[in-house]
Every structure is written in C-alpha cells, then in structure tokens.
C-alpha cells in the first residue's frame, strides 16, 4: 500500500568540529531549498552543478526557488553517467565556476546523483582553495551515501575515485520525493546501498528492510524516509567517529572490493550500476565470510533471498555478458583503495549487522567463492 502523506522533515546532524552540518530529509524539500540555503549566503549568489536528466525533470523547479527568493543562480548542466566523473569534466566544472566569478563565500549546488556530488564536491574542495557547497542529491544512492561524509573526487584511468578530497558540504536537502522521478534500476541500486547499512551494522534495520523494502520500492513516503534517516544517521555517526577513513569508516565499503572488481570487468558500464555491484558485492562478502566459518551459512543465506525479493540483482550470474575467470577478478581488486602494503583488507562479517575489517584472508578462499559464482553462469 502507498501511503500518500509524507512524514514531517526530519534532520540529522553531522557534528564534525568546525564543519557541522544538516542533512534534511522529507518531501519537498527542492521547493524550499531557498529559505534552507539562505543561512549560508554571504550575498545572494549560488551556481548550481547538475546533468541533463536531472535538469529535464526538476531544474525549473529549483531556479524558480532561487529566483523567488532573490537568489541569483547560474547553471552548469554537464552530460550524465559516470563517465563525466573524469578530468575533461572537473577541468570544464572548475574553470566555469572560475568564469562564473564564484567567490569563497558563495555557495556551489552539486544537483544529481553521486556523479554530480562527487564532482561538483571536488571543483567545490580545490577552486580558490576552498568553496562551500551544498549537496541536493537526487538518486536513492546519493540521499544514503554519496551526498554524505564529503568524500569528493573523480575517477582516472588508473580506476575509480582516485583523485580528490574530504571536503564536507554544508547543508545535504534530501528530498525523497524527487526518488519518484528515478527509473525503477537506479532506485533499486540505490537500495543496494541501504541493505549495505542494515548489514554492515543495523541487524534490526536488515529485518525492517525485509518487511518494508517492497513497500519503499514501490513509493511508500513514510518508508522511503525513514530508511534515508536510518541510513544517514549511521553514516554520520561513521563518518563523526572516522573522518578521514583511518578505520572504522572503512566498513562502509562492505561489498565493495567485489564491486569494484565487477564494475571494472564490466567497463563502468549500464551492465552493472555501483548500487548494483555493492548488492552482489554484499552477498559475496557474506558467502566469504560463511566459507571463513565467522557467519553461519544461513546469514548470505538471507542477504541473497532478500536482494532477490526485491528483484535486484544478487549474483554474478545476473551479471550480463562475458566476464573475467576468478584469478582476473581478484587481480582487478588490487587495484582498490582499500590496499595497505600490498594486502588487500576485506570488509567480512560475523553475523548481520556485525562486519569489520581485516586482511586476514587467504586468496584461495577468495579465489574458490569467486569460482564457485562465475560457474553459476
Ligand atoms: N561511500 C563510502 C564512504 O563514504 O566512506
């Protein structure tokens, strides 16, 4: 059942020292994001980031927020898809804000998904050594994720994320009733991102996900808000306890050395979006960890019924088109971030809801679950 009526707007707040800051989650927000930004303005001036799809459906709605207000806005709209996350597109975002005369006190909008923010967020970090910005997310994965944390950057031939910086927006406007815009797919690889939090540290939000996830998937407000709220609030409590990822921050990545192999083997492509890889990710990190005997085999078990309940894709075998053996893919995955000294560190769980972070795991194991998933095919 679709419930009509959305939830009042809920906060939470990123208490960073210096750097705190609101992520505001409710319906309607995009209509109100004058009155929320106006605290930030030093003069009424914004430039606002975004990408053709976006700006097709929701752009007017914001420039006439701005333009009410008295806000002047001007309006970059780059290509989307993750290829415009590279340097072609932050050199052309960096040099417009430069023409654009932006100033340090100014305000820059990253308006998008996790491409956008990224990006955006990365100009925003490095132009005139440092400008606020402000993320207005408008895919599933942004409002729980990307948005969040201020992790920016751009990918490079070398692979994904590998240049940028930790620079924290200043207010995050998630308004949940843009998510009805979004194609079916994006929403649900969006969703990959929300399991992730029950899993990686929420068991009784996993079971919430089990019982409410169609219902969110199938535009129920109140649902859809309180997952955002759920998994934002679990983000910034990571993201206020490890910054800068020394530790504790990096068990936001369960299931993403996997995913980070696929996404490669499959070139970034619409064969598998992030959120889709960080759900077979996820199932795989859960296969792994049963296979090291810490969860018992019921737990990917369950993370795999889930995914498929909610018709996403579980398994590399719904991955389509030829991939890599399983000595390709887990070379593809010493190219992750996550390497230290040349070990890579997984992101393993005891049960779920109970993941943490260790290198501690031989390459035949990882090498026969990865093996075991390819022969599906
Ligand atoms: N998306 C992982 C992080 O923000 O740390």
């Known amino acids: 059942m679709t419930i009509a009526t959305a939830p009042a707007p809920e906060t939470v707040r990123v208490d960073l020292p ?14 109100q994001a004058a009155s929320h930004l106006q605290p930030l303005l030093r003069r009424k001036r914004v430039a606002i980031v975004t990408e053709t799809r976006v700006a097709a459906h929701h752009l007017q709605t914001l420039l006439e927020a701005f333009s009410v207000a008295g806000i002047a806005a001007s309006t970059l709209i780059l290509p989307p898809g993750e290829g415009t996350k590279d ?8 040099d417009w804000l430069l023409s ?62 590998l240049v940028g910086a930790f620079h924290q927006p200043s207010l995050v406007l998630a308004d949940i009733g843009l998510l009805d815009s979004l194609p079916r797919r994006d929403l649900l690889a969006g969703y990959g ?37 759920r998994s934002c609030e679990m983000k910034a409590g990571i993201v206020m306890r490890d910054e800068t990822e020394q530790g504790e921050r990096a068990l936001l990545n369960l299931g993403h050395t996997f995913c980070h192999a696929l996404e490669a083997a499959t070139g970034y492509s619409h064969r598998l979006l992030h959120g889709e890889g960080v759900a077979v990710g996820c199932a795989l990190a859960f296969e792994l960890s049963a296979r090291l005997g810490l969860c018992s085999q019921e ?79």
């Open 299 to 377: 737990d990917p078990s369950r993370v795999r019924a889930h995914l498929r309940a909610m018709g996403m894709k579980t398994d590399i075998a719904d991955i389509p088109g030829d991939l890599p053996d399983a000595n390709g893919l887990l070379r593809l995955m010493g190219q992750d971030k996550k390497v230290v000294d040349g070990t890579l560190r997984f992101i393993l769980a005891r049960g779920i809801g109970e993941a943490f972070v260790t290198s501690d795991v031989p390459k035949e194991t990882v090498l026969s679950v990865l093996a075991d998933a390819l022969a599906e095919r």
């Open 87 to 94: 340097w072609v597109h932050f050199t052309e975002t960096a």
């Open 18 to 31: 210096g750097r705190a800051y609101d992520i505001l989650i409710g319906n309607g927000l995009l209509e």
């Open 193 to 229: 991102e929300v399991v992730k939090y029950g899993l990686l540290g929420d068991a009784a939000f996993f079971d919430w996900l089990e019982q409410n996830g169609p219902a969110l998937a199938a535009g129920d407000l109140a649902a859809r808000s309180y997952a955002v709220r």
């Open 100 to 161: 654009e005369k932006i100033e340090r006190g100014d305000i820059v909008v990253a308006f998008g998904g996790g491409v956008i923010g990224d990006l955006a967020g990365f100009a925003a970090a490095v132009v005139r050594r440092g400008i606020r910005f402000v993320q207005i997310p408008t895919t599933l994965l942004a409002q729980v994720d990307s948005s969040v944390g201020g992790k920016t950057g751009i990918n490079t031939a070398m692979g994904k994320n």
